[in-house]
């Protein structure tokens, strides 16, 4: 059985950086790619990025500069790092498996507040 | 970046009802769009992909179509359990983009 669950801080402060860890079971990590996708008020849904089967990454380029995936296959966890938050950042953030359609299986989802 | 445009915003429907919504994408992107559902509460569901596709599991009721630039879900005899909001989604450029979403609301 495929399941997808995100953990993160919940708060973060303005300039800080953003660590969310997803843990994953009922796959493995090197067969498939690994996405983060955020949902936000501002923006709705919006990919952020992925990393490969192989481990290499892809971002979107508007968080390029201040994005990094990241996993660990051994623990079946891939890893969301952002820095430089912004009060625009907060919303829910999803890791998400890229299996027969980008999408195929998401978690639950882990809302971030960015706020001093 | 290739806009997805989704129309209308919302609908009220009853119950029984054919629904029928767009998605008009910026440029070509072939068909490369899925089509997710998202309860209240509720991270997205995948419904279509590959623009005609209906996911395992999904009800026969959903169809998705189209290519290139237009497309479109229809959900025929709308059932309550189908109120949501659907998204569109782009994987033919990056980055990859969704539309504004279209909420499915009961008269």
């Known amino acids: 059985q495929v399941q997808l669950k995100e953990t993160g801080p919940g708060l973060v402060q303005p300039t800080q950086t953003l660590s969310i860890t997803c843990t994953v079971s009922?796959?493995?990590?090197?067969?498939?790619?690994m996405q983060w996708v955020r949902q936000t008020p501002g923006k709705g849904l919006e990919w952020m990025g992925f990393i490969r089967s192989g481990g290499s990454t892809e971002y979107n380029s508007e968080f390029k500069s201040r994005l990094s995936i990241s996993r660990d296959t051994s623990k079946n966890q891939v890893f969301l790092k952002m820095n430089s938050l912004k009060t625009e950042d907060t919303g829910v953030y999803y890791c998400?498996?890229?299996?027969?359609?980008?999408?195929?299986?998401w978690g639950q989802g882990v809302m971030v507040t960015v706020s001093s | 970046n290739t806009v997805m445009t989704q129309s209308p915003t919302s609908m009220f429907i009853s119950v029984g009802d054919r629904v029928t919504m767009n998605c008009k994408a910026s440029q070509n992107v072939g068909t490369n769009v899925d089509w997710y559902q998202q309860k209240t509460g509720q991270s997205p569901k995948l419904l279509i992909y590959g623009a005609s596709n209906r996911y395992t599991g999904v009800p026969d009721r959903f169809t998705g179509s189209g290519s290139g630039t237009d497309f479109t879900l229809t959900i025929s005899n709308m059932q309550a359990e189908d109120l949501a909001v659907y998204y569109c989604l782009q994987y033919n450029y990056n980055p990859w983009t969704f539309g504004g979403g279209t909420k499915l609301e009961l008269k």
């Open positions: 009922g796959f493995s990590l090197t067969s498939y790619y």
């Open positions: 998400a498996r890229r299996g027969v359609a980008p999408f195929d299986y």
